[in-house]
């Protein structure tokens, strides 16, 4: 089955750059994601990578996916405060069901 | 963009009664929408899909008699919590996918939650 994990916690100094890494088990996942969420909020979609990409860029962030080893990265540029959330990855196949990872709780500190 | 709202935000029952949420895309038609349930500090799990005119699809282990859904119209989806229970106090969030969306995109927008608690 399915299986998509994070690292639970990240902590970072405003200005700097995160980078929160996951890895995932279906090698014939065709959408990758990352998902943020603010406490007591839904989820607010970030941005999605296709599986036969290896990048992609959308102002401060990048995404990369090293599809080899199942792995999916989200580099956060010039962390801000409000960029404290926590944030999801997730993989689906098509319309399939989404298959959220645990969840990285990025912590922002002034 | 594509709006899905949930009604109501939060609410607070006595054990035993049932309980309805709402979930509405605002300016997208979704022949599917998703149910799915978060405990505190935990991932979310997807509970059922609910396709539009026809029967949800349960995931393994949810109780499709304790969590009935019903999705009556392209804009509207509902998840009724029959004879509640504290242990279904939980944060319950669902999605919609656009029916136009072209089949080369694979979003679903999600709606804000509904945090219910069972006392």
């Known amino acids: 089955g399915e299986d998509v994990e994070q690292s639970l916690f990240l902590s970072v100094r405003e200005g700097d750059s995160s980078v929160i890494n996951c890895t995932y088990t279906d090698s014939s996942s065709t959408y990758l994601y990352w998902y943020k969420q603010e406490p007591g909020a839904g989820l607010q979609l970030l941005t999605y990578?296709?599986?036969?990409?290896d990048m992609k860029q959308d102002q401060r962030l990048t995404v990369l996916l090293n599809k080899k080893d199942k792995h999916l990265s989200l580099r956060i540029a010039d962390t801000q405060t409000g960029d404290s959330a926590i944030y999801f990855c997730?993989?689906?196949?098509?319309?399939?069901?989404?298959?959220f990872g645990t969840g990285t709780k990025l912590q922002v500190i002034p | 963009g594509a709006v899905v709202s949930q009604h109501p935000s939060w609410v607070i029952c006595k054990s035993g009664t049932s309980v309805k949420i709402e979930c509405r895309s605002l300016?997208?038609?979704?022949?599917?929408m998703f149910w799915y349930r978060q405990f505190p500090k935990q991932s979310l799990m997807l509970m059922a899909t609910?396709?539009?005119?026809?029967?949800?699809?349960?995931e393994q282990g949810v109780e499709k008699d304790k969590f009935l859904i019903n999705h009556a119209s392209l804009t509207l989806s509902t998840l009724t919590v029959t004879s509640a229970h504290p242990e279904d106090s939980s944060f319950y969030i669902c999605?919609?996918?656009?029916?136009?969306?072209?089949?080369?995109?694979?979003?679903?927008?999600f709606g804000p939650g509904t945090r219910l608690l069972v006392l």
């Open positions: 999605s919609a996918r656009d029916r136009l969306a072209p089949e080369s995109r694979e979003t679903q927008y």
């Open positions: 609910s396709n539009e005119g026809s029967k949800a699809t349960y």
């Open positions: 997730a993989e689906s196949k098509g319309y399939q069901k989404v298959t």
């Open positions: 990578i296709f599986s036969n990409m």
């Open positions: 300016d997208f038609q979704a022949t599917t």
